[in-house]
C-alpha cells in the first residue's frame, strides 16, 4: 500500500517562504540607532514605519522589528499579544528584497486600544506597499 500523503508532497510546487528566521530580524543596537537617527517614516493606521535604506552590492535583505508603546500599554501581556499579531501579519505578506538594497525597519503600533487582525493586516500589507514603493522610487 502506497502512501499518498508522500506522492502528493513531491508533485507541489515550492511553497512561498513563510518564515521570518533570526536572518530576517533587527537586532543590532548599531542599526536601531542608525534607523532613529537617520530614519525616514511613513504612516499607516494603526502603525508608523521608520524605515532606513543602504545601497549592497552584496546581497539584498530586509531586517524588521516590532514595537509597542509602554506608555499606551502598562501590561506586558497585551503588547505581546500586539507584537505576536505584527510578526504574524508581516511573516504571512512580507516584500520580497529590492536588489542591491539593505532595508531596515520597525513598525511601531500607535493605537490605545487592541484593534482585530483584519484592521492590523490591512495597515501593514499597505504600510508594505508604500514602503516598497518609496525604495523604489528613491533608488
Do not use: W
Not at 511553497?15 to 542608525?34: I, Q
Not at 539584498?60 to 509597542?68: D, E, M, Q, T
Not at 528584497?97 to 484593534?115: F, H, Q, R, S, V
Amino acid at each position: 500500500m502506497l502512501n499518498n500523503s508522500s506522492q502528493s508532497k513531491a508533485f507541489l510546487p515550492t511553497p512561498p517562504d513563510f518564515t521570518f528566521p533570526k536572518s530576517e530580524r533587527l537586532c543590532s543596537k548599531k542599526a536601531f540607532d542608525f534607523l532613529f537617527l537617520e530614519g525616514k517614516s511613513l504612516f499607516s493606521y494603526p502603525l508608523k514605519f521608520v524605515y532606513s535604506v543602504e545601497n549592497s552590492s552584496e546581497k539584498s535583505k530586509i531586517l524588521v522589528a516590532f514595537g509597542v508603546s509602554k506608555k499606551n500599554f502598562k501590561r506586558a501581556v497585551k503588547r505581546n499579544k500586539i507584537k505576536r499579531t505584527l510578526r504574524e501579519v508581516y511573516r504571512t505578506h512580507k516584500m520580497l528584497p529590492i536588489p542591491g538594497k539593505i532595508i531596515n525597519a520597525m513598525l511601531i503600533y500607535t493605537c490605545k486600544e487592541i484593534l482585530s487582525y483584519q484592521i492590523i493586516e490591512a495597515a501593514v500589507i499597505k504600510g508594505l506597499k508604500e514602503l516598497s514603493d518609496r525604495v523604489e522610487k528613491d533608488s
